[in-house]
């Protein structure tokens, strides 16, 4: 059986060798032929290049950015830079920015207060130097991002500021939204999990003409993380139309809400056992079911944006992006700091440390809040310019950005500015309860 094998790869290896021979042979004989060929007419092909842009659900892998101030290839960028695609994003069941870029290199997180993280890129923090991005204008707000109506997320390390103006030194993040795009097509996701966990996303997008789309996604989410205060419960919905798709002059027209009625679970005190920093402990035996704080803490807070946008592209190298971004964001946190009480309070009127700890331990509930709203309107235009001079390929980037922001700070009024004292009772740490207050009576200033 091994040499009939043989013989027949020799057999067509030599078959092959006879049609190169014959092919070579016409060839030769064409020129004694060509003033008998008639000439063919003229075959014409139309089309628009991007007519359809690449949806990022289609591959986990990207080869393009608009980190950079416009469109570049990722291997003409001489940063690291990290893309994570819509498919990417769900294969993985990321439903968070906050838990995709703690899948990122360089990006590290430091506890903070107010039931949001400290994210640092390259040990500089984002959100206090502006460096978060939707669509390449700042996202200036604190709330919990969702990837609901993400296309992908970028993250550019290293310094920014060539690109970006003011920020840090450890790079930037920026969330590119769903677009429309020429075709029909509808996709529902529903997602099930522990501690009853629910979420479901919608997304449809609709061709309604030539050159026209819109686009429709929604998201809502639901789940009580096992009942040690931090539930989620959230809702957001982002609509789109754009036009003149494919063409020289492009307009949108977009909007995006985001709702977080959210708990909150705002930690617990160091155990001190000896007089130096690094003699501090975190609690023993205790669970991690368990909620210390008020059942009437909450994390609430609201995102909303609605975006004018003008692509003008007179030439294949040429291209003016220019925005105009009305923002409005809320954030209203009740919490509850849990200390330990007084050595008065305690048992035995000892003060608490590592000998005498124990489910009898009596814990106070202090009130932190955080009550704040910002308001912004933001004009961005980006020109990119791609030419040739002296054999070698150039682009020229160029635009300008105005923001104002305009910010309210509240704090609660004490009975003697007008306002109420809303008592906190103690509780202990083997039966802390579920307390309530009223926190709609609390009067602010």
């Given amino acids: 059986m091994t040499k009939g094998k043989h013989s027949s790869l020799a057999a067509m290896m030599l078959a092959g060798s006879l049609s190169v021979g014959a092919q070579a042979q016409g060839s030769s004989e064409a020129p004694q032929n060509a003033d008998k060929a008639g000439t063919l007419d003229t075959v014409v092909v139309t089309g628009q290049k991007d007519r359809l842009s690449t949806p990022g659900k289609a591959s986990v892998r990207a080869t393009d950015s608009t980190i950079g101030k416009g469109k ?64 390449g204008m700042r996202d200036p707000a604190f709330y919990d991002r969702d990837n609901f109506n993400l296309d992908r997320l970028e993250v550019l390390r290293g310094s920014a500021s060539m690109l970006f103006g003011r920020g840090s030194t450890g790079g930037a993040v920026n969330q590119v939204s769903k677009l429309p795009r020429l075709m029909d097509e509808g996709e529902v996701d529903v997602t099930l999990g522990s501690w009853n966990y629910k ?157 005498n700890f124990g489910p009898n331990t009596v814990l106070r509930r202090g009130t932190p809040l955080k009550i704040q709203n910002l308001d912004n309107l933001m004009l961005q235009s980006d020109l990119s310019k791609k030419f040739e001079v002296a054999g070698m390929k150039h682009e020229l980037l160029a635009g300008f950005e105005w923001q104002k922001d305009e910010k309210e700070v509240f704090a609660a009024r004490s009975a003697a500015q007008g306002g109420v004292n809303l008592a906190k009772p103690t509780g202990t740490f083997g039966n802390p309860g579920s307390p309530w207050i009223d926190e709609s009576t609390r009067v602010l200033r």
């Fill in 72 to 135: 570049q290839k990722l291997r003409d960028i001489p940063q690291s830079v990290t893309v994570m695609t819509e498919k990417l994003l769900d294969d993985r069941h990321i439903d968070t920015v906050k838990e995709a870029l703690k899948t990122t290199a360089g990006v590290t997180f430091l506890a903070a207060e107010g039931g949001e993280e400290d994210i640092r890129l390259r040990g500089f923090s984002l959100a206090q130097t502006g460096d978060i991005y939707v669509d």
């Fill in 199 to 355: 979420r479901a996303t919608v997304d449809v997008n609709k061709a309604v003409g030539e050159n026209t789309a819109v686009r429709v996604t929604g998201m809502a989410t639901k789940a009580d993380n096992n009942g040690s205060g931090s539930s989620i419960d959230k809702n957001g919905l982002a609509a789109a139309i754009r036009t003149g798709i494919g063409e020289e002059h492009e307009f949108l027209a977009s909007y995006y809400y985001l709702n977080n009625q959210n708990g909150l679970n705002y930690g617990l005190p160091w155990l001190t056992t000896g007089p130096a920093p690094e003699d501090r402990s975190t609690l023993p035996s205790l669970k991690a079911t368990a909620n210390f704080g008020m059942a009437s803490d909450y994390n609430h807070g609201k995102a909303q944006h609605f975006t004018l946008g003008h692509v003008w592209k007179p030439d294949n190298q040429t291209e003016l992006n220019t925005r105009l971004r009305k923002g409005s964001y809320e954030r209203d946190m009740r919490a509850s700091t849990i200390r330990f009480a007084g050595a008065a309070l305690q048992p035995g009127g000892v003060a608490v440390d590592a000998g």
